[in-house]
């Protein structure tokens, strides 16, 4: 199953997500997050937003699982 909506909605729902959890100085344009020259982010709110996702247990399986398939690579 596929979910999606218009994308004028995701970005406006990824910008008042990422306000929600403190990041201020963040505005973005598409729901899928890859480039785009109307995108801007600081350091400190990417910070914000991951520490956000550390506490989504599917988010840290998939990041669990991937470092640990770049450890044996490494």
Do not use: W
Not at 19 to 48: I, K
Request: contains cysteine.
């Amino acid at each position: 199953m596929v979910i999606s909506c218009p994308q004028p909605a995701a970005d406006t729902d990824n910008t008042r997500n990422s306000t929600a959890l403190g990041a201020t100085n963040s505005h973005f344009v598409n729901p899928h997050g890859l480039h785009d020259e109307a995108h801007y982010t600081t350091v400190y709110d990417m910070y914000l937003i991951f520490q956000a996702a550390l506490q989504e247990e599917m988010f840290m399986i998939i990041y669990l699982i991937y470092r640990q398939q770049f450890l044996f690579v490494k």
